[in-house]
């Protein structure tokens, strides 16, 4: 038996001995070792044993080293109580060899096996180790057919390649050495196989400084987040390194290209085709991104630089240059998934954008924004939510939007028009002074029809929450007849005119203090308390209280072929909510205005206000009195309605409650004297507008169930 055991072996970080030296020492040191291992085996040695209790370097620890030989049928193995790399350390490895050899040309191990903690890892180990020339080949086989495979020189160059290295190799790989890092890879559902090859040059001979080189190919790549907001297949990824140290860090080059595949990072829908070139610097303290430049459909030129603190990670300053965007490219794929995900189906761009971005010390600094005839369209709503209509758009706008942490700065832009549905918008200008967080704007008159829309004092702050605006509008007056012709309305005279001092807009909702009021039909319609949130999105919500007095029935009437009343009349909508624009709840009276003027009412009139009542609205001698006459005085008319749940709960004027349980709608006064009646107090809302809609379009008479 023979024993040889080493207290200690150090490598102290202070020391400046090249790493080529070192190896030549150990390489020495194991060569001699080895040496006298075969001198005593040719005496018949039956059992070697080798120990060393500790090896030391900056970067690695290595506690508890064994060698066991023995002859019979026993393999060799090598027992390490500890090993450290880093911050991480494994306890108990053990590597046996099925096949070994020993000879002045080296030593060698076929078919080993390594455990850690008494588990096997699922792979064998091969590996040729020559003392005197301090060369090194090994290999790593696994079960799949992946190889690693290393080469050492004996001089500087260390060569490690990975032939089908695949993701479940590499997760169960990790499940020996950290089964947290295994149980993360397993929660992605990692797919594909890497094939690589690196090239470690370290200092000596003819190369004075320590390089790396690194060629990497995956394919058929994936992965799936649990919440399904990250994922990938398909991914083919070629990736190209370079590096060099210097007496300041490393200097490194690089590129990758995507060349197929797609990906889902939330909000972003990416696919193939982007190919990233690189180069920089890296020390213990930063790292640099002095250049580098991304090839992408849609952009002519996209360049970035950076720089990295390491400790702690945080970026410190960055830039960015943009050039020849197309906004009909960009817009859909990297815009609104950012900004407006919710208006993906609706939302459309068109131009072109150059961009420049600059951070310095953490915060942003500069911002640069060039517009070239873009333009931006905004689909409307259908009934079911799907995208329909003109809805609105603007553009094609060119200008200019500098923006500066350190000084005050002035944006302009052209709008030569737009469209809101079947309205269109005249020519504007945009013109604003921006002051970090706040934007100030000229007047804007955007013109429409033979009037204006103007808004005055607008002023926009960014805040935690978001941007918060304010400002006053007023619209010019503009002709009824003019706008409900472009509508495709029924014709309205009358002018349309508003001052609303108090507008407010954050996040989402656009708030009127003030009151829109429009003159039409010789009264007026008045709404205040005006709310809306998320006007441009599928579930935009309005919440008013609507004002009307002294609307002529007898223009109203015509207007909208539902037979002739004369008088006014006066209307109060208390809580108005309309949901996609449509009405959801409200509480509505409708009465005569008061006041001394001609009341009269034609038996069309008459039959279509009795059917809002539901059936038999009218006594079987009134019917008969109905056949004679073509018109028939009244006393006062109203009509009550509180829309809940998709049904209007009717009634009449006040105090005109029957006995039977009718309401009166129609107060009849003078000769003939006529009551329109009703009976039905629950209407359904979608039915009672689809059947006054009939009335209106085709001046068929209504019927209520």
Same mark, same amino acid.
């Given at each position: 038996?023979?024993? $040889?055991? +080493?207290?200690?072996?150090?490598?102290?970080?202070?020391?400046?001995?090249g790493?080529?030296?070192?190896?030549?020492?150990?390489?020495?040191?194991?060569?001699?070792?080895? $040496?006298?291992?075969?001198?005593?085996?040719?005496?018949?040695?039956?059992?070697?044993?080798?120990?060393?209790?500790?090896?030391?370097?900056?970067?690695?620890?290595?506690?508890?080293?064994?060698?066991h030989f023995?002859?019979?049928s026993?393999?060799p193995e090598?027992?390490?109580?500890?090993?450290?790399?880093?911050?991480?350390?494994?306890?108990?490895l053990?590597?046996? +060899?099925?096949?070994?050899?020993?000879?002045?040309?080296?030593?060698?191990?076929?078919?080993g096996?390594?455990?850690? *903690?008494?588990r096997?890892?699922?792979?064998?180990?091969?590996?040729?180790?020559?003392?005197?020339?301090a060369?090194?080949?090994?290999?790593?086989?696994?079960?799949?057919?992946?190889?690693?495979?290393?080469?050492?020189?004996?001089?500087?160059?260390?060569?490690?390649?990975?032939?089908?290295?695949?993701?479940?190799?590499?997760?169960e790989?990790?499940?020996?050495?950290?089964?947290?890092?295994a149980?993360?890879?397993?929660?992605?559902?990692?797919?594909?196989?890497?094939d690589?090859?690196?090239?470690?040059?370290?200092?000596?001979?003819?190369?004075?400084?320590?390089?790396?080189?690194?060629?990497?190919?995956?394919?058929?790549?994936?992965? $799936?987040?649990?919440?399904?907001?990250?994922a990938?297949?398909?991914?083919?990824? /070629?990736?190209?390194?370079?590096?060099r140290?210097?007496?300041?860090?490393?200097?490194?080059?690089?590129?990758?290209?995507?060349?197929?595949?797609?990906?889902?990072?939330?909000?972003?829908?990416?696919?193939?085709?982007?190919?990233?070139?690189?180069?920089?610097?890296?020390?213990?303290?930063?790292?640099v991104?002095?250049?580098?430049?991304?090839?992408?459909?849609?952009?002519?030129q996209?360049?970035?630089?950076?720089?990295? /603190?390491?400790?702690?990670?945080a970026?410190?300053?960055f830039?960015?240059?943009?050039?020849?965007?197309?906004? *009909?490219?960009?817009?859909?794929?990297?815009?609104?998934?950012?900004?407006?995900?919710?208006?993906?189906?609706?939302?459309?761009?068109?131009?072109?954008?150059?961009?420049?971005?600059?951070?310095?010390?953490g915060?942003?600094?500069?911002?640069?924004?060039?517009?070239?005839?873009a333009?931006?369209?905004?689909?409307?709503?259908?009934?079911?939510?799907?995208?329909?209509?003109?809805?609105?758009a603007?553009?094609?706008?060119?200008?200019?939007?500098?923006?500066?942490?350190?000084?005050p700065?002035?944006?302009?832009?052209?709008v030569?028009?737009?469209?809101?549905?079947?309205?269109?918008?005249?020519?504007?200008?945009?013109?604003?002074?921006?002051?970090?967080?706040?934007?100030?704007?000229?007047?804007?008159?955007i013109?429409?029809?033979?009037?204006?829309?103007?808004?005055?004092?607008?002023?926009?702050?960014r805040?935690?929450?978001?941007?918060?605006?304010?400002?006053?509008?007023?619209?010019?007056?503009l002709?009824?007849?003019l706008?409900?012709? /472009?509508?495709?309305?029924?014709g309205?005279?009358?002018i349309?005119?508003?001052?609303?001092?108090?507008?407010?807009?954050?996040?989402?909702?656009?708030?009127?203090?003030?009151?829109?009021?429009?003159?039409?039909f010789?009264?007026?319609?008045?709404?205040?308390?005006?709310?809306?949130?998320? @006007?441009?999105?599928?579930?935009?919500?309005l919440?008013?209280?609507?004002?009307?007095?002294?609307?002529?029935? /007898?223009?109203?009437?015509?207007?909208?072929?539902?037979?002739?009343?004369?008088?006014y009349?006066?209307?109060?909508?208390?809580?108005?909510?309309?949901?996609?624009?449509?009405?959801?709840?409200?509480?509505m009276?409708?009465a005569?205005?008061?006041?001394?003027?001609r009341?009269?009412?034609?038996?069309r009139?008459?039959?279509?206000?009795?059917?809002?009542?539901?059936?038999?609205?009218?006594?079987?001698?009134?019917?008969?009195?109905?056949?004679?006459?073509?018109?028939?005085?009244?006393?006062?008319?109203?009509?009550?309605?509180?829309?809940?749940?998709?049904?209007?709960i009717?009634?009449?004027?006040?105090?005109?409650?029957?006995?039977?349980?009718?309401?009166?709608?129609?107060?009849?006064?003078?000769?003939?004297?006529?009551d329109?009646?009703?009976?039905?107090?629950?209407?359904?809302?979608?039915?009672?507008?689809?059947?006054?809609?009939?009335?209106?379009?085709?001046?068929?008479? @209504?019927?209520?169930?």
């Amino acid at each position: 038996m023979a024993t $040889a055991t +080493c207290r200690r072996v150090c490598s102290r970080p202070e020391a400046r001995t090249g790493r080529g030296a070192r190896g030549k020492a150990a390489a020495l040191f194991l060569g001699l070792a080895l $040496a006298l291992l075969l001198a005593l085996a040719a005496q018949a040695v039956e059992r070697i044993q080798l120990s060393i209790a500790d090896i030391r370097t900056p970067a690695l620890r290595v506690q508890g080293v064994q060698f066991h030989f023995a002859t019979g049928s026993v393999p060799p193995e090598l027992r390490i109580a500890g090993l450290a790399l880093g911050d991480r350390s494994w306890r108990d490895l053990r590597l046996s +060899c099925s096949r070994t050899s020993v000879a002045l040309e080296g030593l060698g191990c076929q078919r080993g096996e390594l455990r850690i *903690a008494g588990r096997r890892l699922p792979l064998s180990v091969d590996f040729r180790f020559d003392p005197f020339e301090a060369t090194l080949e090994a290999g790593l086989a696994f079960a799949s057919g992946s190889h690693v495979r290393l080469r050492y020189d004996g001089e500087s160059l260390l060569e490690v390649s990975l032939v089908r290295f695949s993701a479940e190799d590499l997760t169960e790989f990790a499940a020996m050495l950290s089964p947290s890092i295994a149980a993360e890879l397993s929660r992605h559902a990692l797919e594909g196989v890497v094939d690589a090859q690196l090239a470690w040059q370290l200092p000596g001979g003819a190369h004075p400084h320590e390089s790396l080189r690194l060629e990497a190919r995956l394919s058929d790549g994936g992965f $799936a987040a649990p919440d399904g907001l990250q994922a990938a297949e398909g991914l083919h990824v /070629a990736v190209d390194l370079s590096a060099r140290a210097s007496p300041a860090g490393w200097d490194w080059q690089g590129r990758a290209a995507w060349e197929k595949g797609e990906a889902y990072l939330h909000p972003l829908y990416l696919q193939a085709g982007p190919v990233l070139n690189a180069e920089g610097t890296i020390d213990d303290e930063r790292a640099v991104l002095r250049m580098a430049t991304i090839e992408i459909e849609g952009v002519s030129q996209l360049a970035f630089s950076a720089g990295i /603190a390491r400790q702690p990670l945080a970026l410190q300053d960055f830039a960015l240059s943009l050039a020849g965007g197309d906004l *009909a490219i960009l817009g859909p794929r990297w815009i609104t998934p950012v900004l407006a995900p919710a208006l993906a189906e609706r939302l459309r761009f068109a131009g072109h954008v150059g961009a420049g971005i600059e951070i310095k010390d953490g915060h942003l600094a500069t911002l640069d924004l060039v517009f070239d005839e873009a333009g931006v369209s905004l689909a409307g709503v259908g009934p079911s939510g799907e995208a329909g209509g003109r809805g609105l758009a603007f553009g094609p706008l060119s200008g200019h939007l500098p923006w500066s942490a350190a000084a005050p700065t002035r944006a302009r832009f052209q709008v030569q028009g737009g469209h809101w549905e079947a309205l269109s918008l005249g020519a504007f200008e945009v013109e604003a002074l921006l002051d970090g967080g706040h934007a100030a704007f000229e007047p804007i008159r955007i013109q429409l029809l033979d009037g204006a829309l103007v808004l005055e004092g607008l002023a926009l702050e960014r805040e935690a929450a978001g941007w918060r605006g304010q400002g006053d509008v007023v619209v010019e007056p503009l002709s009824m007849a003019l706008l409900t012709e /472009a509508l495709g309305w029924p014709g309205m005279s009358g002018i349309l005119s508003a001052s609303l001092p108090g507008m407010r807009v954050n996040s989402g909702e656009i708030a009127l203090d003030g009151a829109l009021v429009v003159s039409v039909f010789d009264g007026y319609l008045q709404a205040t308390g005006l709310r809306v949130s998320e @006007p441009f999105g599928v579930a935009s919500h309005l919440r008013a209280d609507i004002q009307a007095r002294h609307l002529d029935l /007898a223009q109203l009437t015509d207007t909208f072929s539902f037979g002739s009343i004369t008088g006014y009349v006066d209307a109060d909508v208390h809580g108005l909510e309309l949901v996609r624009w449509r009405p959801a709840a409200f509480d509505m009276r409708l009465a005569s205005s008061p006041g001394s003027y001609r009341r009269r009412i034609s038996q069309r009139a008459v039959q279509n206000i009795g059917a809002l009542g539901g059936g038999g609205a009218m006594a079987a001698l009134q019917r008969g009195v109905l056949g004679v006459f073509d018109t028939f005085g009244y006393r006062e008319l109203g009509l009550h309605c509180v829309l809940a749940g998709g049904v209007c709960i009717m009634d009449g004027v006040e105090g005109g409650e029957r006995a039977d349980g009718g309401f009166r709608i129609v107060r009849g006064g003078g000769i003939p004297a006529l009551d329109v009646i009703g009976y039905n107090r629950r209407v359904d809302w979608n039915e009672l507008v689809g059947r006054i809609q009939r009335v209106i379009e085709d001046n068929v008479a @209504p019927e209520l169930h």
